[in-house]
Antibody, heavy 115, light 109 residues
Framework: EVEVVESGGDSIQPGGSLRLSCAIS????????MTWVRQAPGKGLEWVSI????????SYADSVKGRFTISRDSSANTMFLHMNSLRADDTALYYC????????WGQGAMVTVSS | QAVVTQEPSLTVSPGGTITLTCGSS?????????PYWFQQKPGQAPKTLIY???NKHSWTPARFSGSLLGDKAALTLSGAQPEDEAEYYC?????????FGGGTQVTVL
């Protein structure tokens, strides 16, 4: 059975840093593309970042480029989102999306950026 | 960054058929944008319905179908059920990055 579980969400002040984790069971994180998607309260979905399988090439939305870094640890079968210089408009529920053809979504990790 | 457009809201009668569309500010949507469609119900995580324009996951009900229609991607719901009332999002890919549409709220009434 496939499981996707995010963790690391928190309330944090503007300018701070946070690391989200996405633990996967049921397949290897190194063999599939994995994506972070976020949803601000009451708003639509926003694509954030992807790490491709194989060589681990990454891509970012313009809104987070230079501040967020996506990575993975194959030994722990976990993906990460390192978030720096957080702003109020980064407040959102962050979903991990994994598996062949974005099949599986976690339940999300809430990040609140507020002073 | 490209802008992806969807109808804000649509209404369908139970048993009826409805088509949602997904357009791109850069021009025609093609298979090279690898269009996806997702369904999200209130308080739940999204669910992936369609990938690569028209392919379904094992859990996608047969009444949903995806296609390229003119210069847009399309999601057609044939034989709408009350449980299909939800927000539907399309996702297009541009050189490795993704952009979601604003979502379409579908009401079954």
């Amino acid at each position: 059975e496939v499981e996707v579980v995010e963790s690391g969400g928190d309330s944090i002040q503007p300018g701070g840093s946070l690391r989200l984790s996405c633990a996967i069971s049921g397949f290897s994180v190194s063999r599939i593309d994995m994506t972070w998607v976020r949803q601000a309260p009451g708003k639509g979905l926003e694509w954030v970042s992807i790490i491709f399988n194989g060589g681990g090439i990454t891509s970012y939305a313009d809104s987070v480029k230079g501040r967020f870094t996506i990575s993975r640890d194959s030994s722990a079968n976990t993906m990460f989102l390192h978030m720096n210089s957080l702003r109020a408009d980064d407040t959102a529920l962050y979903y991990c999306v994994a598996g062949p053809k974005n099949a599986y979504w976690g339940q999300g990790a809430m990040v609140t950026v507020s002073s | 960054q490209a802008v992806v457009t969807q109808e804000p809201s649509l209404t369908v009668s139970p048993g009826g058929t409805i088509t949602l569309t997904c357009g791109s500010s850069t021009g025609a949507v093609t298979s090279g944008h690898y269009p996806y469609w997702f369904q999200q119900k209130p308080g739940q995580a999204p669910k992936t319905l369609i990938y690569d324009s028209s392919n379904k996951h094992s859990w996608t009900p047969a009444r949903f179908s995806g296609s390229l229609l003119g210069d847009k991607a399309a999601l057609t719901l044939s034989g709408a059920q009350p449980e299909d009332e939800a927000e539907y999002y399309c996702l297009l890919h541009y050189s490795g990055s993704g952009v979601f549409g604003g979502g379409t709220q579908v009401t079954v009434l």
